[in-house]
């Protein structure tokens, strides 16, 4: 999805302009997308969600598969339109970005460069001419910060379930028409494992409001079924 990222600079980028995301064209071609554990519950009613180990990271993070093969996205309709009513926080935020902290903490935000939605002639200015924020950079910036407060929440997710050796591998091989699919290198919640946790470490998942994700997770494998089907069966 992301072509170009850079960290917006004032200098560099006075001129740029943003236009208003109108369709999800942009992500036509993108076959899973990060989730962050606030919405696991949600996005579970439409979307598979597996993990995928984060080596920059060194952890796992909840992903919503929209299709069954590298290019798909059964969810975008070629006029642009996203077809099923929930739409993951990071797809909403294109073509905006928050790199990950500097040594100093302070992480940059991006913006895909190569993206149709940047001009130097339509849309909303980023920058005014002292070099300031606008209001539309401003709204971005909100947004952005409360993601990477869902990031903080989703990492320590995670970080619990590995700590309890929830994680299990998860491949399948799936027939459509004369092709046969595959997806392989990711992970999910192994039930056993999560049934069998003693009561304190449960408990520290309940406490944290964390055992609907889980098992949300679990419930959401489902879905795959729509992404078996392929496109007619992705619409709502």
Known sequence: MFRQLVA????????????EQSGFGFAARVHMAALMQPEMVRAAATYPIVFV???????????????????ENLFVAPDGRWLVSYVPAVIRSYPFALS?????????????????????????????ANGAATPALEAAKGYLASLRQMQAVTDAFCLALAERNLFTPFSMRVQRGAQTLEVDGCYV????????????????????????????QVVSLQQIERLEAGPAAARP
């Open 8 to 19: 917006l600079n004032s200098t560099r980028h006075a001129g740029l302009r943003v236009r």
């Open 53 to 71: 180990e984060d080596r920059e990271g060194d952890g796992f993070r909840p992903m919503a598969l929209f299709g069954l093969r590298e290019g």
């Open 100 to 128: 990950r902290a500097d040594p100093g903490g302070r992480p940059a935000v991006c913006i895909d460069a190569a993206s149709e939605l940047v001009s130097l002639t339509e849309g909303a200015a980023l920058f005014d």
């Open 189 to 216: 919640i192994n039930e056993e494992r999560l049934d069998g946790l003693p009561d304190d470490r449960l408990a520290g998942l309940r406490e944290r409001g964390w055992l609907a994700a889980l098992y949300a």
